[in-house]
């Protein structure tokens, strides 16, 4: 397993280089969007943009296996609601005797489009922003540090966990459990090791508690960050730009 | 036979970096101790002894069968190993229920087992602990469960890997017990440390391991003459050897009672 | 000013029948290096603990009498509040890394954040711990990837960076290999050259020998003796208290190899090297 758990990508694009702030709003506002304006091409538009967003960024190509992934979903999707959706009255076309509807395929391609348009939005998050960055951006905006600091850790601290369930079963396997064999010794394996695992644990954290408290962890002065990120003009602007689409999609759904 | 023989091993993990550079070793039943630095090889050594790993070339036999043709379970009827870290094994409520798991396993009767299992622990004096729960008692003496677990198994190989960690002078003395115990019963003893005066008194056959190879192979008394080898292993002489290497003496002296007999005999 | 005083310290961990400490008493001065030794369990861990503060307020339990760091009472401050005078590094290297922070350099300013030091500040001294503990190379590596004695020396490092005027270091070697002992100690002798006082729990008596100005001796919960290496070592109870005095100390003490003057045994290499030499002169 690798030493944290992220799917950030290093690189030095502008796309990486936003605050992270702002990435979570883009995924809040491309969420929001194709819900206020409902229509087919506001979530193709919308799905356009993300897409030249992860190109900017250089990360497309860990992207497409999970487009490649969620699009043998939704394609199962699309045949199921074409064949079956309640309100299919409307015949669009025929496969052998198979009948697909309007209705249907209209419904799913929209839902379909949703999907892909948070995936996209969500990636670009993930994929480009560092989850250390990510986490110390909230705790500066009012996220509690005891939550952000759980957070942080377990990215580092659930792989280390996974290599210490190796050394307790090699600690088991020598005292003679059997650990290879059908599917019942395998299960029988699995109960000694629940005990090291759980104790463990729970001696570290208390082990890291400690450590932490004496690091000041409780103290009641106003943190300060090593990392000062400058409210960088563009930031704000980005802010800006996002909210205005925002309220401009809420005035248009008003209007028409 | 020789108990263990090593041919020609060599290892990788998997991700390619050699640990193991061509080892070739045989083990009869001298109390052997494996020295040298963290990285060196030590811990893996032992795990292939052990058939956690298995070689990447070259073969281990432990009592003529090799270790890549039986389950690390089967094997341990015949090696039995404490590792470092005494929470990493212990999961039962009773110090007893713990110690009677081992022998369980390797086919020991109930009686058999309770037997060693309680014999076992009468050596590391904790008899008295019997049925409490391991997790109330200290890390040395959760330790000391760990080597009682493993004496209970009665097995003919036992390797201890830095069971001198976290003890005081009393537990140290345990300890040096458990050693002369399986001296005294024909068992082959193999001590990872880096205790080097701990080493002194107990090994009668030290192996310093470098990076790994084998860079030194023999009696304490001839390793821990070659302090210029040892120092390129970052490892050190026992206290006493040192002193009286200070002293000019040109032969090594693992003990203090030695070298006091020696010097008050006009020397 | 003295930098530790403690009074008729007591001390009961919850769920337990027994007290832990019974009634310590003892004043350390700036700069000394203090040396604590005695069997498992005889309370010097406990002790440690009771002068950063985590027992009381960690642990909880029964507590009686004074301690001060530095003028501040454990007692009536936080464990935060008392990290600004004392630190501590303990046994296992690993359980002191935070996990929350992907670099060495990162790892340092986590407890500097948190003490709210401003960032200029906050560099210049995380440099000056980097350097101090010859950690600079690895000030880009995740903590998680140095071996153990670098691992120790982060913890030292990182409590250093917090600028206390005392640190508590309980066994912190036991876990690491020669080399990375010997680094640890070679760090903790720079601390004590800087002026730092050190207070240090230790089974290695031959360094304890070696290093301390003082040593503890301690036993259930009591301290037994506390005085200079020499007189300490001069005792001839030590294993019913589970201490054997350094190897050299008691070659010399068979020999009946003493120092003249002071009537004591040596208690490092180069004590009882002298002293010895001196002696084959005079023999022959």
New interface residues.
């Given amino acids: 397993m690798a030493?944290?758990l992220s799917l950030y990508v290093e690189r030095n694009t502008f796309i990486h280089r936003v605050d992270s702030i702002n990435k979570i709003l883009y995924v809040l506002v491309s969420v929001a969007i194709p819900l206020i304006l409902p229509y087919k091409f506001v979530a193709v538009l919308l799905i356009l943009i993300s897409i030249s967003f992860l190109l900017l960024a250089k990360v497309m190509r860990r992207v497409i296996p999970l487009i490649e992934f969620s699009v043998i979903i939704l394609l199962s999707i699309v045949i199921i609601q074409g064949l079956f959706h309640a309100g299919n009255k409307t015949v669009a076309f025929h496969i052998a005797r198979i009948t697909f509807y309007k209705e249907g395929l209209s419904y799913a391609f929209t839902l379909s489009m949703r999907v892909i348009n948070i995936l996209l939005a969500f990636a670009i998050l993930v994929l480009t922003t560092k989850p250390?960055e990510l986490i110390e951006a909230l705790v500066k905006k009012g996220l509690s540090p005891r939550f952000g600091?759980v957070l942080?850790?377990a990215l580092?601290?659930i792989p280390?966990m996974m290599s210490?369930v190796g050394?307790?079963m090699?600690?088991?396997?020598?005292?003679?459990?059997?650990?290879?064999g059908n599917l019942a010794v395998r299960i029988r394996a699995f109960?000694?090791?629940?005990?090291?695992v759980v104790?463990?644990s729970l001696?570290?954290t208390r082990?890291?508690?400690?450590?932490?408290?004496?690091?000041?962890?409780?103290?009641?002065?106003?943190?300060?960050?090593?990392?000062?990120r400058q409210n960088l003009r563009s930031d704000n602007v980005i802010r800006l730009i996002l909210f205005s689409i925002l309220s401009l999609s809420i005035v248009l759904r008003v209007l028409l | 036979m020789n108990i263990i023989e090593v041919k020609n091993l060599r290892f990788s993990y998997r991700n390619g970096e050699e640990i193991l550079k061509g080892i070739d070793l045989t083990f009869n039943s001298k109390s052997t101790a494996i020295i040298g630095q963290n990285g060196a090889g030590k811990t893996t050594f032992v795990k292939l002894l052990k058939g956690l790993l298995k070689p990447t070339e070259g073969d281990i036999f432990i009592k003529g069968k090799n270790t890549t043709e039986v389950t690390v379970a089967k094997l341990a009827k015949e090696v039995g190993m404490v590792f470092q870290n005494p929470n990493d094994q212990i999961f039962k409520s009773k110090v007893i229920d713990e110690v009677m798991f081992g022998p369980l396993n390797i086919g020991q009767g109930m009686e058999e087992a309770k037997g060693n299992s309680l014999k076992a622990l009468e050596l590391m004096e904790l008899s008295d602990k019997v049925d409490e729960n391991p997790y109330d008692l200290s890390l040395s003496e959760r330790k000391l469960i760990t080597i009682a677990s493993i004496l209970a198994m009665d097995t003919d190989i036992v390797i201890l890997d830095e069971p001198t960690i976290s003890q005081d002078y009393f537990g140290k003395i345990k300890i040096k017990n458990i050693v002369k115990e399986l001296a005294a019963r024909g068992k082959l003893l193999i001590t990872i440390t880096h205790d080097m005066d701990f080493v002194a008194e107990i090994s009668e056959r030290v192996i310093v391991l470098n990076k790994g190879e084998v860079i030194l192979d023999g009696s304490a008394e001839e390793v821990f003459l070659r302090d210029d080898i040892l120092k390129s292993a970052y490892l050190e002489q026992p206290n006493i050897t040192q002193l009286c290497k200070r002293l000019g003496y040109d032969r090594t002296f693992l003990a203090l009672e030695e070298f006091v007999d020696y010097r008050l005999a006009g020397n | 000013m003295k930098k530790v005083v403690v009074e008729n310290l007591k001390y009961r961990y919850p769920l337990s029948e027994n007290l832990a400490l019974k009634g310590i008493s003892f004043e350390v001065e700036g700069g000394e290096f203090i040396g604590i030794i005695g069997r498992n369990l005889a309370g010097k861990s406990t002790l440690c603990q009771a002068l950063v503060g985590l027992v009381p307020h960690f642990y909880k339990g029964a507590y009686s009498g004074n301690v001060e760091i530095s003028g501040m009472n454990v007692l009536e401050n936080n464990i935060s509040e008392l990290s600004k005078k004392i630190g501590i590094v303990f046994q296992n290297p690993f359980t002191q890394i935070t996990a929350a922070k992907l670099t060495v350099y990162e790892e340092i300013a986590f407890g500097l954040e948190n003490m709210g030091i401003e960032i200029k500040e906050m560099i210049r001294r995380i440099e000056y711990v980097l350097h101090l503990l010859d950690l600079e190379k690895y000030k880009d590596r995740n903590p998680f990837e140095l071996s153990g004695g670098q691992m120790q020396r982060l913890a030292i490092a990182s409590i250093i960076a917090m600028k206390p005027e005392i640190i508590v270091l309980d066994e912190p070697t036991s876990q690491l290999d020669p080399q990375g002992s010997e680094e640890v100690f070679k760090a903790i002798q720079s601390l004590s050259r800087e002026g730092i006082t050190i207070m240090m729990v230790e089974q290695k008596i031959e360094k304890i020998a070696q290093y301390a100005d003082r040593v503890m001796l301690m036993s259930d919960g009591e301290v037994v003796d506390f005085d200079v290496p020499q007189k300490i070592f001069l005792r001839d109870d030590l294993l019913n208290y589970g201490v054997q005095a350094p190897v050299f100390t008691r070659v010399c003490r068979s020999l009946n190899i003493k120092n003249k003057n002071t009537g004591l045994y040596p208690v490092t290499l180069n004590e009882a090297y002298e002293l010895m030499v001196r002696h084959e002169h005079n023999r022959s």
Wanted: glycine residues 6%; aromatic residues 8%.
């Fill in positions: 030493k944290t250390s600091y942080s850790s580092q601290i280390q210490a050394s307790i090699d600690a088991q396997r020598s005292r003679g459990l059997e650990t290879e109960f000694p090791l629940i005990g090291p104790m463990g001696i570290e082990e890291r508690a400690m450590a932490l408290e004496v690091r000041a962890f409780n103290s009641r002065e106003k943190k300060t960050f090593l990392n000062e």
